[in-house]
């Protein structure tokens, strides 16, 4: 949230993301209890062909025996660097954080304690900060919701608690920017393992009956292999989904921690006041709501999380912007945003924008205005996050890394090893015709194109990606797909 001083009614309503992947406890094995569901799984795959028996049998054993490179060394974001709260103090905000944290180790390596928040200040720019920080990994302890939490409510109860307080302080600094950070609807990580002891109970949920994807019974074999891959990586962690009953109350838990987040965000509106009053802090604070990543929700042949793929359901994200002073009449837009795009379209909101040139993303003002439809024609993804939040490096086998462009049309991805042994891996999805992206239009081995269109796309595609990639300074894609 973004707020001015009264002075300011009609005030406006942060750049790159440093650090490769967000920090995780790191220490999530596999249960030895979900060795009869990872078989069944496994045994599935093999049968199916949609992973080669070689590398399933490798990875099986990789994970039964704990064997490779153990997970750690995970990035830091690094002191110093430009972040929201720098460039909003530059500009005479204060700039106070709330919530989950995830980008900074504790000082004492284990714990959070009173010098955690001096740093995080001193080194980023983020004030007020409680030192709490939970999601970071699947157990019921963490959980946003349930019994965790020093209220035994779940830690966003905590954080709303916190935000409440913060706001509603006498001595309120204006203007002021609040980052609230909420972990669910997180929780779902830890269906069906640790939800019981987590303190949910499925009487909870019992009134949804979601729809399940079109995909959930979707066969991988054309798909990069590292998707089928996390199917035995999801089931050895997190426990088995079986049949589909045991499905559909997935999908309908993944729902109702929506409601439960949904709760915490009314307390915030509720204490914003009238956006009809010129004398509440609503009428003179925008408030952006957004996420990290989607979940698969079983579409795919039943993937669950987000991790290893570049499909629509794990990289969408909700992001709304509201402000009763700026933005008077709702819209929606299908325009082609990225997370990048958030701090420089939030410096142009505060009166104060930056230098373009200073950012990845691009200022979304005008698209917010309604003054264009979009700001850019494709977006870059990348993925290099390979411990995925457990105890193994390079779990699933290579390759694994992701470089994904996607235009309004077309998605066209890579699967590459930074090691250059394992060979690339292809897909290609026309959005208009297959929004569920059901069929890879390039050959996953050589990334020759199944008809003459594809093949001409997944040529200009990936000269796209290269020039993404240069420009965001990621290593890029080799090698390019087939010509026909």
């Known amino acids: 949230m973004l707020a001015q001083p009264r002075e300011h009614p009609h005030g406006h309503l942060p750049p790159r993301h440093g650090v490769t992947l967000t920090l995780t406890r790191g220490d999530l094995f596999p249960d030895p209890a979900n060795v009869p569901d990872v078989l069944r799984v496994a045994g599935r795959l093999a049968a199916s062909g949609q992973v080669p028996r070689r590398r399933l049998a490798r990875a099986f054993g990789r994970g039964l025996l704990r064997l490779g490179p153990r997970s750690g060394d995970e990035p830091e974001l690094p002191a110093g660097i430009a972040t929201l709260a720098t460039l909003l103090r530059e500009r005479g905000y204060h700039v106070a954080l709330k919530g989950k944290w995830h980008l900074t180790k504790p000082l004492d390596g284990e714990r959070w304690g009173p010098g955690d928040p001096a740093r995080i200040e001193r080194d980023f720019g983020f004030a007020d900060w409680d030192p709490t920080d939970a999601g970071g990994d699947a157990k019921a302890s963490s959980f946003g919701g349930g019994i965790a939490g020093l209220s035994g409510r779940g830690w966003d109860e905590d954080y709303t608690r916190q935000m409440e307080g913060w706001l509603g302080r006498a001595d309120l600094p204006e203007p002021f920017c609040l980052v609230w950070c909420l972990v669910n609807p997180h929780d779902v990580l830890g269906y069906p393992s640790a939800m019981l002891d987590g303190g949910y109970s499925p009487a909870e949920f019992a009134d949804l009956h979601v729809p399940l994807p079109a995909t959930i019974d979707e066969d991988l074999r054309d798909k990069p292999t590292v998707h089928a891959m996390t199917k035995i990586g999801q089931t050895s962690y997190l426990g088995g989904l079986r049949g589909r009953a045991e499905q559909q109350r997935y999908a309908d838990f993944y729902a109702h921690l929506h409601r439960v987040v949904d709760e915490k965000l009314g307390r915030l509106v509720t204490l914003l006041g009238d956006p009809g009053d010129p004398a509440s802090l609503r009428s003179r604070t925008v408030v952006v709501r957004t996420s990290d990543h989607g979940e698969l929700g079983l579409s795919h042949g039943g993937l669950r999380q987000k991790m290893f793929?570049?499909?629509?359901?794990?990289?969408?994200?909700?992001?709304?912007?509201?402000?009763?002073?700026?933005?008077?009449?709702?819209?929606?837009?299908?325009?082609?945003?990225?997370?990048?795009?958030?701090?420089?379209?939030?410096?142009?909101?505060?009166?104060?924008?930056?230098?373009?040139?200073?950012?990845?993303?691009?200022?979304?003002?005008?698209?917010?205005?309604?003054?264009?439809?979009?700001?850019?024609?494709?977006?870059?993804?990348?993925?290099?996050?390979?411990?995925?939040?457990?105890?193994?490096?390079?779990?699933?086998?290579?390759?694994?890394?992701?470089?994904?462009?996607?235009?309004?049309?077309?998605?066209?991805?890579?699967?590459?090893?930074?090691?250059?042994?394992?060979?690339?891996?292809?897909?290609?999805?026309?959005?208009?015709?297959?929004?569920?992206?059901?069929?890879?239009?390039?050959?996953?081995?050589?990334?020759?194109?199944?008809?003459?269109?594809?093949?001409?796309?997944?040529?200009?595609?990936?000269?796209?990606?290269?020039?993404?990639?240069?420009?965001?300074?990621?290593?890029?894609?080799?090698?390019?797909?087939?010509?026909?």
């Open 309 to 484: 793929n570049a499909y629509e359901e794990a990289i969408r994200v909700p992001l709304v912007v509201s402000s009763p002073v700026l933005f008077p009449e709702p819209r929606t837009s299908d325009a082609l945003v990225s997370l990048v795009d958030l701090v420089p379209t939030l410096l142009g909101l505060s009166g104060a924008p930056g230098d373009p040139a200073a950012f990845d993303g691009i200022d979304l003002g005008p698209v917010l205005r309604g003054e264009r439809d979009g700001v850019r024609d494709a977006v870059l993804f990348t993925y290099d996050d390979h411990q995925a939040g457990t105890f193994m490096q390079e779990a699933p086998g290579q390759p694994n890394r992701i470089r994904c462009v996607r235009d309004r049309r077309w998605k066209y991805a890579i699967y590459v090893d930074p090691a250059g042994t394992a060979p690339a891996e292809y897909e290609l999805y026309d959005l208009q015709s297959d929004p569920d992206e059901a069929l890879n239009l390039l050959d996953k081995w050589t990334g020759r194109g199944r008809n003459a269109a594809a093949g001409r796309e997944a040529v200009r595609l990936h000269a796209e990606l290269e020039r993404a990639c240069a420009a965001a300074a990621v290593p890029g894609p080799t090698p390019a797909p087939a010509a026909d």
